[in-house]
């Protein structure tokens, strides 16, 4: 049996779950902008750098595959660029911070300065989502970075992780650098038209619940209340079921979880309006596996969540740019199929 909300967790509207449960069949909404690039013959470095091609990019995803939410590529790195870390931009494969730059307290003076409403990359997804929200029919979702994911970034991510026990000023003072930055972003790709908001926070799963409401759910809630206008999505890679109940006491209206969760198990624990978002695996399925074998991961996972209307369909995480474009397809068919009376 389902639990009821508990009692420290604040009222909200649940968008999320009303547009569920109105929808005819299930949402069906897997995580997918890097394939994109098989269908414009772009790279990924293009598609982060440039509005017009990144635009392109997704919208021909749209017109292939009729997605119910669609977002634009995922990309852990924008917040921290316009930051001013070291970012190093391959081709074909998603960009990563080079090295970090906080030790101490007095390193984040360098930051003060830094607008990242004015750096270009940051620009780039605003404009993009101006495009989907004014030409694309499914619901536009725009991503942004953890306020532990981007301290992380920061910091890095063993430190950071020493640092909750060692110092937790320099850890607290880094994040509400971070969170400040997340906030006026979210706002700017909110204002831009962006329906759906997710944050992305993938370096909180080494964190116990505790550590978690301390150091990372209490910013996650600054910045979701900074868009109320926003759907609220709160995704967490790796295995962050011991997180579930923290991570809706953010205010999170879907918890976009990985593979390795088992959501059955996971629903049955928590409140009726919090929707589950996932979780076909994005390699081992998704671009490894043939159609058929989509076809019947997608059957099993729908199958085991019959008796949940709080689940929309969807991947454990962003689909690697080699992801087989009939796999996708085979996902799409399958989930609307499932989805039937």
Known sequence: MKTTPPAHRETRRSALIDIVKAHDGRLVAPLMGYPGIQLTHTSIKQNEFNWGVQFWTISELVHEFHPDIVFCMMDLAVEASALGLPVRFPLLESPTVEYHLVKELGD???????????????????????????????????????????????MGANEIALDTVLDDELVSRVLEVATSVIVRYAKALAGAGAKVIAVLEPTAVMLSPDLFRKFSGKYVRQIFRAVPECIHVLHICGNSRHLAQAMVETGAEGLSLDSVVDFPAVAATLPDDVVLIGNIHPVSVMRDGKPEDVRAAVRSLCSSMRHYSNFILSTGCDLPPDTPLENIAAFMQAGRESGKA
Do not use: H, W
């Open 108 to 154: 984040l003076e360098q930051f003060m300065a830094c607008d990242v409403l004015k750096d270009g990359r940051a620009i780039n997804y605003i404009e993009t989502m101006k495009l989907m929200s004014n030409y694309l029919g499914p619901m536009p979702g725009a991503y942004c970075t953890g306020p532990f994911t981007l301290a992380g970034l920061m």
